[in-house]
T-cell receptor, first 115, second 110 residues
Framework: EPEVTQTPSHQVTQMGQEVILRCVPISNHLYFYWYRQILGQKVEFLVSFYNNEISEKSEIFDDQFSVERPDGSNFTLKIRSTKLEDSAMYFC?????????????FGEGSRLTVL | SQQGEEDPQALSIQEGENATMNCSYKTSINNLQWYRQNSGRGLVHLILIRSNEREKHSGRLRVTLDTSKKSSSLLITASRAADTASYFCATAGGYQKVTFGTGTKLQVIP
């Protein structure tokens, strides 16, 4: 069964360092998402991406964040200068093109710990 | 914000009992979805109900939607210990953004 894969599963970094989280969405999906979940809290929308551009982003997704799909398969989230409060699980999700299919397929997440 | 708010925040039941979780949201939606999350894992889609539907079933799951009250409920019948997880409702208003609620943590005691 096709799945969304994310790497790394866990990354520990120092405050101020750049972090890149990688995702390989399901191959025939065209909509891509990043969500964040601080431990034990709600799942927060960060950004959606379609047709090689950001289609929507939340207030959390400030200038420190960026996304790109560099090679047609990977979908990356970059945090330029990490802060302590960026510590969270980051989930990538993808969705097929069909308008009636709202289901998001999630990866297992990347746990980011900022020290 | 279309953010869903689930209640209860936590629910503990005995195996075999039914579990009911409720979700309220604020703005108009195209569809409402329920997801499950095992501790520390990714979210798994359970069921989607469109705004023009009132009830939907999938196995032991039953979802209702009341757009006039902006609320939905998820019923899990004959619960099992393996149903222990967090359950989130998610609303989709526009074409792409899916917004998750705060979640209900369900514990099913064997």
């Amino acid at each position: 069964e096709p799945e969304v894969t994310q790497t790394p599963s866990h990354q520990v970094t120092q405050m101020g360092q750049e972090v890149i989280l990688r995702c390989v969405p399901i191959s025939n999906h065209l909509y891509f998402y990043w969500y964040r979940q601080i431990l034990g809290q709600k799942v927060e929308f960060l950004v959606s991406f379609y047709n090689n551009e950001i289609s929507e982003k939340s207030e959390i997704f400030d200038d420190q964040f960026s996304v790109e799909r560099p090679d047609g398969s990977n979908f990356t989230l970059k945090i330029r200068s990490t802060k302590l409060e960026d510590s969270a699980m980051y989930f990538c999700a993808s969705r097929s093109y069909a308008a009636n299919t709202g289901e998001l397929f999630f990866g297992e997440g990347s746990r980011l710990t900022v020290l | 914000s279309q953010q869903g708010e689930e209640d209860p925040q936590a629910l503990s039941i005995q195996e075999g009992e039914n579990a009911t979780m409720n979700c309220s949201y604020k703005t108009s939606i195209n569809n409402l979805q329920w997801y499950r999350q095992n501790s520390g894992r990714g979210l798994v889609h359970l069921i989607l109900i469109r705004s023009n539907e009132r009830e939907k079933h999938s196995g032991r799951l039953r979802v209702t939607l009341d757009t006039s009250k902006k609320s939905s409920s998820l019923l899990i019948t004959a619960s099992r210990a393996a149903d222990t997880a967090s359950y989130f409702c998610a609303t989709a208003g526009g074409y792409q953004k899916v917004t998750f609620g705060t979640g209900t943590k369900l514990q099913v005691i064997p």
